[in-house]
């Protein structure tokens, strides 16, 4: 059963902190995703990554960045984060024409 | 650039009623359509998709067909459930452009029992 996790699912930071948001999986997918959903606006995408060390910015890639050391894990990363980040993020990661989204992590920045 | 458009934010319905979603994209390629369905509390998960133009797509009892004349990809189902209630997504994906996915703003459906 293909499953994408992401830790932590629920997360409040003060602005200017750093924060990290962790997607994992286990199929060996080569290419996985952060997007992020507000109301109103969809799933943006924030960054596409085609496989270890081989990242490509997205439509709103301002303000964040990611990693991607090993196959099965792909990072974002805000350094300060601000207000205006407050979201629900998910992570995915696609095989044969289908993308597999983990369950979110909800971000508030105070 | 490539865009998706869902025109509904939220539809309202009770069981049983006809269920008509609407989309449409701008694209200068041949594009790969979905849907995408997102249940409270979940991420989005694929409902159908369809590669090739004037073809229809069947899941669940939902079905859509690739207008590339009209550049449409409406969402339809003969009888909704309260188990439909959910985030529909409409997204389309370009041929040879690194499985970029571009989403609709999403219909919120919600079925009344």
């Known amino acids: 059963d293909m499953k994408v996790t992401q830790m932590p699912r629920y997360l409040i930071k003060r602005m200017g902190e750093n924060v990290l948001l962790e997607c994992g999986q286990d199929m060996s997918h080569e290419t996985m995703y952060w997007y992020r959903q507000d109301p109103g606006l969809g799933l943006q995408l924030i960054y596409i990554s085609y496989d270890v060390d081989s990242n490509s910015e997205g439509d709103i890639p301002k303000g964040y960045r990611v990693s991607r050391k090993k196959r099965e894990h792909f990072s974002l990363i805000l350094d300060s984060a601000k207000t205006n980040q407050t979201s629900v993020y998910f992570c995915?990661?696609?095989?044969?024409?289908?993308?597999?989204f983990g369950e979110g992590s909800k971000l508030t920045v105070l | 650039g490539d865009s998706v458009t869902q025109k509904q934010g939220q539809v309202t319905l009770s069981e049983d009623d006809f269920l008509f979603i609407n989309c449409t994209y701008s694209t200068t390629t041949y594009p790969t359509l979905f849907w995408y369905v997102q249940y409270p509390g979940q991420g989005p998960q694929l409902l159908l998709k369809?590669?090739?133009?004037?073809n229809k797509g069947i899941s669940r009892g939902f079905e859509a067909t690739y207008d590339k004349g009209t550049t449409s990809f409406h969402l339809q189902k003969a009888s909704v459930q309260e188990s439909d209630s959910a985030v529909y997504f409409c997204?389309?994906?370009?041929?040879?452009?690194?499985?970029?996915?571009?989403f609709g703003t999403g219909t919120s459906l919600l079925v009344d029992p």
């Open positions: 369809v590669t090739t133009a004037n």
């Open positions: 995915a990661s696609h095989d044969t024409g289908q993308l597999y």
């Open positions: 997204a389309l994906v370009e041929r040879n452009m690194g499985y970029k996915l571009t």
